[in-house]
């Protein structure tokens, strides 16, 4: 199994669906969870981080499942400029080290 | 505040040579990752580097690739002797001092340098 797993789509949809994903891991020692976002050949972009209580920034909702060591995310009223890869992206331990999924390809169609 | 700066953006070696990638952090960071991304695959860690200390380097492969992070100057990614198989785009992230949990994913990227071994 591999650490991060997480559904490659890619989504299509229309402009303003609402749209999730979702990501899990193995590990269940781990302490932070983070999406970001890679446009095509360009540098990944931290969109957010997701805390056990569950966040949400604008149309941006992230969820925690410490139970059954998954995150999501939920994009509301999706705009074009949302194309993009979203990578899950998680800390397992005390090293620093980041574990990354490889991502989930988000196509919003006009 | 300039950001992560990377160079060169692109970088064309052939089989056999050596390649540099440079990184220099944003200012106050110093902690150092750098990362590689093959076609159509996700970020695979590397090496994290502080200031003169390589403090994980589980995933460097173990022949023909080093890295260090002097006291002054950029971090340095060397692959000697490249092959086909290392072309990829390099991204080397910064990070802040702060230990804490929850400072760590806060990574800062640079916009990557994508080598191509021909």
């Known amino acids: 199994r591999k650490e991060v797993e997480q559904d490659p789509g890619p989504f299509n949809v229309p402009e303003g669906a609402t749209v999730a994903f979702n990501c899990t891991y193995s590990?269940?020692?781990?302490?932070?969870f983070f999406w970001y976002r890679q446009d095509c050949r360009k540098e990944p972009k931290l969109l957010m981080s997701v805390y056990s209580s569950g966040n949400e920034d604008g149309r941006f909702t992230a969820q925690l499942n410490r139970a059954s060591q998954y995150i999501s995310l939920l994009i509301r009223d999706s705009k074009l400029s949302d194309s993009a890869t979203y990578l899950c992206?998680?800390?397992?331990?005390?090293?620093?080290?980041?574990?990354w999924g490889l991502g989930t390809s988000l196509a919003v169609n006009p | 505040n300039a950001g992560v700066m990377q160079n060169p953006r692109h970088l064309v070696r052939r089989r056999g040579q050596e390649a540099r990638l440079r990184c220099s952090p944003m200012k106050g960071h110093s902690h150092v990752y750098w990362y590689r991304q093959l076609p159509e695959e996700g970020l695979k860690f590397m090496v994290y580097?502080?200031?003169?200390?390589?403090?994980?380097e589980s995933g460097m492969p173990k022949e023909r690739f080093s890295a260090e992070f002097p006291k002054e100057g950029p971090s340095i990614l060397r692959i000697q002797q490249v092959v086909r198989g290392d072309s990829a785009a390099y991204f080397c992230a910064s990070s802040p001092r702060q230990e804490s949990p929850s400072s760590l994913g806060r990574a800062f990227f640079g916009q990557g340098t994508r080598l191509t071994v021909v």
């Open positions: 590990n269940s020692a781990s302490q932070s």
């Open positions: 580097l502080q200031k003169e200390n390589i403090i994980d």
């Open positions: 992206v998680v800390n397992a331990g005390n090293n620093r080290k980041l574990i």
